[in-house]
């Protein structure tokens, strides 16, 4: 990483991403740690493919290896926009009432 504001900015997109992946059940600390360790172990596989296809594609077009902190970068990019769209998901019911 080359300065101070790429790590900031990193750093911010983790927070991001953390703070939307946690499934929050109210008074329940112990069923709120192990759903959101269950969400973010099942959605990262899919946030670390895309990120591989995506980068695979843009070396390939280029010629030029990406550097680690754009690669991180991009799959927290990926796994925040994975959250959002899951999160409406989860938010509108979309499968129906439970």
Request: glycine residues 6%; hydrophobic residues 50%; charged residues 15%.
């Given at each position: 990483?080359?300065n101070?504001?790429?790590?900031?900015s990193i750093a911010?997109l983790?927070?991001?991403y953390f703070?939307?992946?946690?499934?929050?059940?109210?008074?329940?600390?112990?069923?709120?740690?192990?759903e959101?360790?269950?969400?973010?172990?099942?959605?990262?596989?899919?946030?670390?493919?895309a990120?591989l296809?995506?980068?695979?594609i843009?070396?390939?077009?280029?010629?030029?290896?990406?550097?680690?902190?754009?690669?991180?970068r991009?799959f927290?990019?990926?796994?925040?926009?994975?959250?959002?769209?899951?999160g409406l998901?989860n938010?509108?019911?979309?499968n129906?009432?439970?």
């Amino acid at each position: 990483m080359k300065n101070f504001k790429e790590k900031i900015s990193i750093a911010l997109l983790g927070l991001v991403y953390f703070i939307s992946s946690i499934r929050y059940f109210p008074e329940q600390a112990a069923k709120t740690a192990l759903e959101t360790t269950i969400h973010a172990l099942s959605l990262a596989p899919i946030s670390i493919g895309a990120t591989l296809v995506f980068v695979s594609i843009f070396a390939k077009a280029t010629g030029d290896k990406i550097p680690t902190d754009r690669v991180i970068r991009i799959f927290l990019t990926f796994a925040i926009g994975l959250e959002f769209i899951l999160g409406l998901y989860n938010y509108l019911n979309i499968n129906g009432p439970t």
